[in-house]
């Protein structure tokens, strides 16, 4: 066990892509098209948490929300423009770097850092969201990464947590297939091996005060070339939970 979360090897992976982050049909496009099925189950999730109208401009005015692994911001800026305080963090410098300069050219105000989850933790920050996505993959010290995110929720508040299941299925296709096949994702981006089960996820909620309150599935439809929810979580899927008030 290690008292860091941070990856070297992983860290230096996204490094190496991190021009990429805003380009639509780079090396990111997964996550581009990955997005809108991430944000509205954010938005459906904060609207009903904290009783939130839909229909207004900025809905989450006043709300604290951290993206832990960041990247260069994809879920960060919309969230901005829903009204929420943003508080993007990476462990990777560039990242934020490249992340800090697309904000500044959308004009919108996010808290950028180049800090891990367990730092924020330690300094008693806390957040009314926590979104931890697509991350718990890539570090080192889950149990750790897991306590150290689940720590930044705030009383009533939520975390979402993404990931890619441990099955053969998703050994195939989101690993074989999406790196080698249809080249979303350059080779090596993932390790099958690191993948951690739906089961596995919810006890490390649940043992660090959080409560499951949803899951989904999320599956890729070809023919529309979008990603939407699904009762299948045999390879991507989500699952939200709250730290009782």
């Given at each position: 066990?290690?008292?860091?979360?941070?990856?070297?090897?992983?860290?230096?992976?996204?490094?190496?892509?991190?021009?990429?982050?805003?380009?639509?049909?780079?090396?990111?496009?997964?996550?581009?098209?990955?997005?809108?099925?991430?944000?509205?189950?954010?938005?459906?999730?904060?609207?009903?948490?904290?009783?939130?109208?839909?229909?207004?401009?900025?809905?989450?005015?006043?709300?604290?929300?951290?993206?832990?692994?960041?990247?260069?911001?994809?879920l960060?800026?919309?969230?901005?423009?829903?009204?929420?305080?943003?508080?993007?963090?990476?462990?990777?410098?560039?990242?934020?770097?490249?992340?800090?300069?697309?904000?500044?050219?959308?004009?919108?105000?996010?808290?950028?850092?180049?800090?891990?989850?367990?730092?924020?933790?330690?300094?008693?920050?806390?957040?009314?969201?926590?979104?931890?996505?697509?991350?718990?993959?890539?570090?080192?010290?889950?149990?750790?990464?897991?306590?150290?995110?689940?720590?930044?929720?705030?009383?009533?508040?939520?975390?979402?947590?993404?990931?890619?299941?441990?099955?053969?299925?998703?050994?195939?296709?989101?690993?074989?297939?999406?790196?080698?096949?249809?080249?979303?994702?350059?080779?090596?981006?993932?390790d099958?091996?690191?993948?951690?089960?739906?089961?596995?996820?919810?006890?490390?909620?649940?043992?660090?005060?959080?409560?499951?309150?949803d899951?989904?599935?999320v599956?890729?439809?070809?023919?529309?070339?979008?990603?939407?929810?699904?009762?299948?979580?045999?390879?991507n899927?989500?699952?939200?939970?709250?730290?009782?008030?």
């Amino acid at each position: 066990m290690t008292d860091t979360t941070v990856n070297d090897a992983e860290i230096s992976k996204f490094t190496a892509m991190a021009e990429e982050w805003w380009n639509p049909n780079g090396k990111f496009k997964p996550i581009h098209k990955f997005n809108p099925v991430r944000l509205g189950f954010i938005r459906e999730h904060l609207l009903a948490q904290f009783g939130r109208d839909g229909s207004v401009m900025r809905p989450f005015e006043g709300l604290s929300i951290v993206d832990v692994g960041c990247g260069g911001g994809l879920l960060c800026e919309p969230l901005a423009r829903l009204g929420a305080t943003v508080t993007g963090i990476d462990a990777a410098e560039r990242n934020i770097a490249i992340a800090r300069i697309h904000a500044e050219q959308s004009g919108l105000d996010i808290d950028y850092r180049a800090t891990t989850s367990e730092a924020l933790a330690a300094a008693g920050e806390r957040f009314d969201m926590v979104l931890n996505m697509e991350v718990v993959e890539h570090v080192d010290n889950v149990p750790l990464y897991m306590k150290s995110c689940a720590d930044l929720v705030k009383p009533g508040g939520l975390m979402l947590t993404a990931t890619i299941n441990r099955t053969l299925r998703a050994r195939a296709l989101a690993v074989f297939a999406a790196e080698r096949v249809l080249r979303w994702l350059p080779v090596g981006t993932h390790d099958w091996n690191k993948f951690l089960t739906p089961e596995e996820i919810r006890t490390l909620i649940t043992r660090n005060g959080l409560r499951v309150t949803d899951e989904t599935g999320v599956v890729y439809h070809p023919l529309a070339d979008e990603w939407r929810r699904s009762g299948d979580m045999g390879i991507n899927y989500m699952i939200m939970a709250e730290r009782p008030a």
